[in-house]
């Protein structure tokens, strides 16, 4: 059991559903999203069943409004294409649809994050010799790059929040400052790294990821301690509001259905 799961045990809430809480209510509705699989899917398909009911839910492989019933597997599940308004080839959802910038936000997850929002889901380790092989980038630097706009979610850890990529999958601000625009990359990059401990946001200037908000139970110590370079705090650092008892029931519902469909034994955190 991770820090953060063991300081919010004592809530009614655990570190991961308060993440996914947090990431889901940054959509709004009627937001067209590309969505990644695993904690982006989750959290877009919870504002889909709470506050954002009309939020447009894009997945790689071709469904356009997908409302699945649970969470899929993989962009290839049949039920995203079951439940989408309507279903697209790959080339029109990045052609059409992501490099037409039709796409208001991009929900991505990482292995590994710097500084700058870069996002690591490659290799770790050299990329000859690399310790890891990672799933790889899948349509996520494209995602990066086009969307007007990219939450990240991913637990908080000093193996996850590194001072140095060992590879550089998805740009987010490159060696920050106007180093995304001076490379010519259209979309507006990552506004927010929502994390189970609080929410980094991109200093307006530098670009440097900046802890605004931390979680109920979670200290600023803790936050600085799973992070791998000396990260700036807020000045303004504000408190994550505690999910509410609907949107937790909806969550818990949700991964237990999916758990049910897919012969697993639990749902996440």
Known sequence: ?????????????????????????????????????GLPSTAANLARLTHAPEVVLIYE??????????????????????????????????RYWLQGGRIDVGFLGAAQVDH???????????????????????????????????????????????????????AGYLDGGDARARAGIPGAGPTAVITDLGILTPDPVTKELTLTGIHPGVTVEQVKAATGWDLRISPDLKTTEIPDAETLTALRDLHARTAAAHGQTGGEG
């Not at 809480?21 to 699989?37: P, Q, W």
């Not at 770790?124 to 310790?131: C, E, F, M, S, V």
């Open 1 to 37: 059991m991770s820090a953060a799961e063991t300081t919010t045990s004592t809530l009614d809430f655990t570190a991961t559903e308060i993440m996914t809480v947090a990431a889901s209510r940054l959509l709004k509705d009627g937001t067209v999203c590309f969505v990644g699989i």
């Open 61 to 94: 492989s071709g469904p356009i409004g997908a409302k699945p019933t649970v969470l899929p597997l993989s962009i290839g599940d049949g039920d995203l294409a079951l439940t989408a308004d309507t279903v697209v080839g790959t080339p029109e959802i990045f």
């Open 116 to 170: 700058f929002a870069n996002i690591n889901t490659t290799v770790i380790g050299p990329y000859d010799a690399p310790k890891v092989r990672l799933p790889g980038a899948g349509g996520a630097p494209e995602i990066a790059s086009q969307a007007k706009e990219v939450f990240i979610v991913l637990k908080h850890s000093p193996k996850a929040f590194v001072a140095k990529l060992p590879f550089v999958t998805s």
